[in-house]
């Protein structure tokens, strides 16, 4: 009940969605077909809706293989290929752009129903997408491709605080020359479709625009990469003038280098804060606290947003007790003058008394989950992203307990009625 089985779901899913299409395709009401033609020909949508319907078109009639196996004509994305495969599939294509526009027609009433409530919804985007993905394959000269259509160099991160052999991500690499000669087009589209989903977006791995892991492709660990430069500021300020600003979070998290946080500050994006990071020493004997540590509380700045733990991360309680070291755990007992007996509880204290604007706390971590309650493993390929929150999880002492931090904090929008705001004392002169 806690977990989701994708395979149940996407195979249950599928059998509506099929018996929906049909009802569509044969009697569909005009109300519904009138709101299905201003979808598909939403400027946000028409740019991949064609491409993406024909991708899933076609690995469902090659059985799911990705589209490397395929013909070599439809493989390397021929006109002539592409033509035959629109209209021989034209049905599965039409289906799979009626799935999309459920999905939209849901998103949106979602989305709406936010911004009545003035909650803004912060995206994810990461920074590269997946080798078998409509992306790559109906633009493979934009990414760092042979003339097989594979890879010559994936990306990665180096080992690092989350893994010693660092993280074979096996994402193509773009290629930047000629994205850049492009004006950056498809990066304006992919933000600018983005954005039409949500208020702000967090741009995963920030630091890799700038400078960016290249590993040789076939290598077992990302250990043998190197540094390769990226577009740096040039991508954000295009971004930047065709977008009409650039409401992003820079996860600048890793290996940070000078040329990052002198872009991430020129476009004055919001960097992040871990909480769980904090709690470096010196030395142990006698036991010195770092005091430079970036994400300890006294070195936060204003426009930064604060997490107790990111979905990277165990959760607080699974970190406390499996992950945290001996150091580590004295350190945040020293410097939050705590038992620890709820560091849960601590770090969300910390992060909401932080001057960072936003503060963003885990579910999992408000509701004191173990290790189990993990969303996501670093460098693991199976078990992600299946734990999900259920009803009567979030109970009213619960929400109390976090509405009186939020006034405590002055971390509340939208204050209720009885809360009554101090005014100062006029001047006596």
Same mark, same amino acid.
């Given at each position: 009940?806690?977990?989701?089985?994708?395979?149940?779901?996407?195979?249950?899913?599928?059998? #509506?969605?099929?018996?929906?299409?049909?009802?569509?395709?044969? @009697?569909?009401?005009?109300?519904?077909?009138?709101?299905?033609e201003h979808?598909?020909?939403?400027?946000?949508? %028409? =740019? /991949?809706?064609d491409?993406?319907?024909?991708?899933?078109?076609?690995?469902?009639?090659?059985?799911?293989?990705?589209?490397?196996?395929w013909?070599?004509?439809?493989?390397?994305f021929?006109?002539?290929? *592409? +033509?035959?495969?629109?209209?021989?599939?034209?049905?599965?294509?039409?289906?799979?752009?009626?799935?999309?526009?459920l999905?939209?027609?849901? /998103?949106?009433?979602?989305?709406?129903?936010?911004?009545?409530?003035?909650?803004? *919804?912060?995206?994810? +985007?990461? *920074?590269?997408?997946?080798?078998?993905?409509?992306?790559?394959?109906?633009?493979? =000269?934009?990414?760092?491709?042979?003339?097989?259509?594979?890879?010559?160099? %994936?990306?990665?991160?180096?080992?690092?605080?989350?893994?010693?052999?660092?993280?074979?991500?096996?994402?193509?690499?773009?290629?930047?020359?000629?994205?850049?000669?492009?004006?950056?087009?498809?990066?304006?589209?992919?933000?600018?479709?983005?954005?039409?989903?949500?208020?702000?977006?967090?741009?995963?791995?920030?630091?890799?625009?700038?400078?960016?892991?290249?590993?040789?492709?076939?290598?077992?660990?990302a250990?043998?990469?190197?540094?390769?430069?990226?577009p740096?500021?040039? $991508?954000?300020? %295009?971004?930047?003038?065709?977008?009409?600003?650039?409401?992003?979070?820079?996860?600048?998290?890793?290996?940070?280098?000078?040329?990052?946080?002198?872009?991430?500050?020129?476009f004055?994006?919001?960097?992040?804060?871990?909480?769980?990071?904090? /709690?470096?020493?010196?030395?142990?004997?006698?036991?010195?606290?770092?005091?430079?540590?970036?994400?300890? $509380?006294?070195?936060?700045?204003?426009?930064?947003? %604060?997490?107790?733990?990111?979905?990277? @991360?165990?959760t607080?309680?699974?970190?406390?007790?499996h992950? &945290?070291?001996p150091?580590?755990?004295?350190?945040?007992? $020293?410097? #939050?003058?705590?038992?620890?007996?709820?560091?849960?509880?601590?770090?969300?204290?910390a &992060?909401?008394?932080?001057?960072? @604007?936003?503060? *963003?706390?885990?579910?999992?971590?408000?509701?004191?989950?173990? &290790?189990?309650?993990?969303?996501?493993?670093?460098?693991?390929?199976e078990?992600n992203?299946t734990?999900?929150?259920?009803?009567?999880? #979030?109970?009213?002492?619960?929400?109390?307990?976090?509405?009186?931090? $939020?006034? #405590?904090?002055?971390?509340? +929008?939208?204050?209720?009625?009885?809360?009554?705001?101090? =005014?100062?004392?006029?001047?006596?002169?």
């Amino acid at each position: 009940r806690g977990r989701v089985d994708y395979g149940w779901v996407i195979q249950w899913k599928r059998e #509506l969605f099929t018996r929906a299409f049909a009802r569509f395709h044969s @009697n569909g009401p005009v109300a519904i077909r009138e709101a299905y033609e201003h979808f598909v020909s939403r400027p946000d949508v %028409v =740019k /991949w809706l064609d491409d993406f319907a024909l991708f899933m078109a076609c690995k469902d009639a090659h059985g799911g293989q990705p589209w490397n196996t395929w013909e070599p004509e439809l493989r390397a994305f021929r006109k002539s290929a *592409i +033509a035959k495969a629109r209209k021989e599939l034209a049905e599965n294509v039409e289906y799979h752009r009626f799935c999309q526009f459920l999905f939209f027609r849901q /998103w949106d009433a979602l989305h709406a129903e936010c911004r009545r409530r003035r909650i803004e *919804i912060i995206g994810d +985007a990461p *920074i590269y997408v997946a080798y078998d993905s409509a992306d790559v394959w109906a633009h493979q =000269k934009l990414f760092l491709l042979d003339d097989q259509g594979l890879p010559t160099h %994936v990306a990665g991160v180096p080992p690092d605080y989350f893994s010693a052999t660092g993280q074979l991500w096996g994402n193509p690499l773009y290629n930047w020359r000629l994205m850049e000669k492009q004006g950056f087009e498809w990066w304006v589209d992919r933000m600018r479709s983005t954005l039409a989903l949500v208020d702000i977006v967090r741009l995963d791995h920030f630091r890799g625009f700038m400078g960016y892991w290249s590993v040789p492709f076939g290598q077992p660990t990302a250990e043998h990469g190197e540094w390769v430069r990226g577009p740096g500021a040039k $991508l954000f300020e %295009v971004l930047r003038e065709q977008l009409g600003g650039l409401p992003i979070i820079a996860e600048d998290l890793g290996e940070i280098t000078t040329d990052v946080v002198e872009v991430r500050k020129r476009f004055g994006l919001p960097g992040m804060r871990v909480m769980q990071f904090a /709690w470096s020493v010196i030395s142990t004997d006698p036991f010195v606290v770092d005091p430079g540590n970036p994400f300890l $509380l006294h070195n936060h700045d204003a426009n930064s947003v %604060v997490y107790t733990g990111t979905h990277d @991360n165990d959760t607080s309680i699974g970190w406390w007790r499996h992950s &945290s070291k001996p150091e580590e755990r004295t350190c945040m007992q $020293l410097y #939050l003058a705590t038992d620890g007996n709820a560091a849960n509880w601590d770090l969300i204290r910390a &992060s909401f008394m932080s001057v960072a @604007n936003t503060a *963003i706390v885990p579910a999992q971590d408000f509701l004191g989950l173990d &290790s189990d309650a993990r969303m996501n493993f670093p460098g693991r390929a199976e078990g992600n992203w299946t734990w999900r929150l259920v009803e009567g999880q #979030l109970d009213e002492g619960l929400a109390r307990r976090i509405w009186c931090m $939020l006034l #405590l904090y002055e971390r509340c +929008a939208n204050p209720p009625d009885y809360v009554k705001q101090v =005014k100062p004392k006029e001047p006596p002169y």
